[in-house]
Every structure is written in structure tokens, then in C-alpha cells.
T-cell receptor
């Protein structure tokens, strides 16, 4: 079983739609959680950290459920420019800041 | 965020040759750099942690004699793929962090290696 699992998609949604991605992680010692965005053939870029209380950044909302070992990302009012692959990333205690990446969920926002 | 450069951006080489990839931290000194590899439609996989002034730490399954890492200064780490073969064709990405306890990593633009 992969340490970080995501539905690869693709998710095809119309512009303006609300879309949610889920991610599960298997290591209960996981400590820090992030969503990264990766455009085709580019490096990943940090979208937002995920906190236990949940956090919001503009149109993006991230949630963490430690009991279920589950992370989510909600995108409201999707834009064409949101089309990318969204990577769920975790670190764990004793990992020395090593990032473990999920395979990513591909989002395509269409007119 | 930090600025990280990688050179070259892409390289095509013949099987059996060695390829060196450079990763530079342009606006802070990085005691720790990470090297990742990403195959098509797969996740980034950590290959090794590069520590300035000491030997790199390799992840399980990564051959240290094939992927040579040198972190000779606080702003430069190099990854050399020795005797490259077609199965080494991949997207190699480095990241830097100010120190091992700092959460965020800053990624370079990546190097696409194609071995013929």
C-alpha cells in the first residue's frame, strides 16, 4: 500500500465549479501536511499547508482529519488556470523533513 | 519563496555516458538539499538527501555508486548519473531547505533526462 494515496483523476469540471480532492495517508506518525500544485513538465509548487483546524486561502480550503488519516482540498469557483495536478504531501516524525508525495490528482477546468 | 536553479533544463545522451546535473540555491545558504526523481504519471520519489560537507543519505533502493551526489558548498549540489541507461530517463528535481527542521522546501525547475 502506498504511503500517500490519491485518486489520479482526471477531474474535468466546468469553469466556476466547486471541486474537492481527497487524500489518505497510512503512516499514523505523519506530522505535517501540504498540498502542492504541479503543472505539466514543471516543478511542484507549494499551494498551502494543511492544519488540524482547517484553513482557507482565497478559493482554496484544506481540511485534515487525523483520526481517519484523511486530507482534503476544496477549490471554489474554478478557473481555467487551476488546471494542474494537485499533489498531497506529508512528512512524518523522525523523517528529517523528508516529503512523501502522492501521485497527484489531475484537474482540468474547461469553458 | 527561495529561488532555486537547475542546469541543464534537459539533456539527451547516449547509453553509457555520465550526466551531471547542478542544483543551486540562489538566495540563501542551504545546508540540506534533496534530490527527487519523477517518472511519467508517477509521484516524485526522494532519491537522496544531500548534506553540505558530508556524505549524502540515499533512500532504500537507490544505488549510491550510480547516482553520485556532491554538496561541496552551501549553494551548490550536483547529481551525476553514471553510465546512464534508458531506464534512467526521468525528470530529476532538486529542492532546498534552510535547515532540516524547516518545513517548506523550495524546488528547482527540474532536469529532463532522456537516455537513448
Amino acid at each position: 500500500r502506498k504511503e500517500v494515496e490519491q485518486d489520479p483523476g482526471p477531474f474535468n469540471v466546468p469553469e466556476g465549479a466547486t471541486v474537492a480532492f481527497n487524500c489518505t495517508y497510512s503512516n499514523s506518525a505523519s506530522q505535517s501536511f501540504f498540498w502542492y500544485r504541479q503543472d505539466c513538465r514543471k516543478e511542484p509548487k507549494l499551494l498551502m499547508s494543511v492544519y488540524s483546524s482547517g484553513n482557507e486561502d482565497g478559493r482554496f480550503t484544506a481540511q485534515l482529519n487525523r483520526a481517519s488519516q484523511y486530507i482534503s482540498l476544496l477549490i471554489r469557483d474554478s478557473k481555467l488556470s487551476d488546471s494542474a495536478t494537485y499533489l498531497c504531501v506529508v512528512t512524518h516524525t523522525g523523517g528529517g523533513n523528508k516529503l512523501t508525495f502522492g501521485t497527484g490528482t489531475q484537474l482540468k477546468v474547461e469553458l | 519563496g527561495a529561488v532555486v536553479s537547475q542546469h541543464p533544463s534537459w539533456v539527451i545522451c547516449k547509453s553509457g555516458t555520465s550526466v551531471k546535473i547542478e542544483c543551486r540555491s540562489l538566495d540563501f545558504q542551504a545546508t540540506t538539499m534533496f534530490w527527487y526523481r519523477q517518472f511519467p504519471k508517477q509521484s516524485l520519489m526522494l532519491m537522496a538527501t544531500s548534506n553540505e560537507g558530508s556524505k549524502a543519505t540515499y533512500e532504500q533502493g537507490v544505488e549510491k555508486d550510480k547516482f553520485l551526489i556532491n554538496h561541496a558548498s552551501l549553494t551548490l549540489s550536483t547529481l551525476t548519473v553514471t553510465s546512464a541507461h534508458p531506464e534512467d530517463s526521468s525528470f530529476y528535481i532538486c529542492s532546498v531547505t534552510p535547515n532540516v527542521n524547516y518545513n517548506e522546501q523550495f524546488f528547482g525547475p527540474g532536469t529532463r533526462l532522456t537516455v537513448l
